[in-house]
C-alpha cells in the first residue's frame, strides 16, 4: 500500500512563509510527476503546483507564480512546496497527489490523473 503524507502547515501571517513536505512510504511504484492541490472551504480541489519526477520539469497555477516553489528530492521519495509571500486567499488544505502515468497534454492539472493522495495538511493564512 501506497502512502502519502502532508507536514509543514500553519498558521502564518499574510506575507509570510511556509515550507510544506510531502513523503512517500509504503510499497514502491514508478511516478511520472508529484504534484500538490489544495481545497479551501466550500470550493472544489484546485491545482496548485506539478514537477516531473525524473527530469523536475515544474508547472504552477497562475495565483501562486513567482510566490511558490515546488522541489523534490527523489532519494528521500519527497515532494516539498516552498510558499513565500503568502495571502489569505491561499488559505486552504493542501494535498499531494502521485501521478503512475503519463497524462494527454495539457491535463496535467486535472484531478482524474492523480492515483494517491494524502490525507491534507491545513494552512491558515491570516491577514
Known amino acids: 500500500q501506497v502512502q502519502l503524507v502532508e507536514s509543514g502547515g500553519g498558521l502564518v501571517q499574510a506575507g509570510g512563509s511556509l515550507r510544506l513536505s510531502c513523503a512517500t512510504s509504503?510499497?514502491?511504484?514508478?511516478?511520472?510527476?508529484m504534484a500538490w492541490f489544495r481545497q479551501a472551504p466550500g470550493k472544489e480541489r484546485e491545482f496548485v503546483a506539478r514537477?516531473?519526477?525524473?527530469?523536475?520539469?515544474?508547472y504552477y497555477t497562475d495565483s501562486v507564480k513567482g510566490r511558490f516553489t515546488i522541489s523534490k528530492d527523489n532519494a528521500e521519495n519527497t515532494v516539498y512546496l516552498q510558499m513565500n509571500s503568502l495571502k489569505p486567499e491561499d488559505t486552504a488544505v493542501y494535498y499531494c497527489?502521485?501521478?503512475?502515468?503519463?497524462?494527454?497534454?495539457?491535463?496535467?492539472?486535472?484531478?482524474?490523473?492523480?492515483?494517491?493522495w494524502g490525507q491534507g495538511t491545513q494552512v491558515t493564512v491570516s491577514s
Open positions: 514537477i516531473t519526477w525524473s527530469g523536475g520539469r515544474t
Open positions: 497527489a502521485a501521478q503512475k502515468v503519463v497524462s494527454d497534454s495539457g491535463t496535467y492539472s486535472k484531478r482524474y490523473n492523480y492515483d494517491y
Open positions: 509504503g510499497r514502491s511504484f514508478s511516478r511520472v510527476a
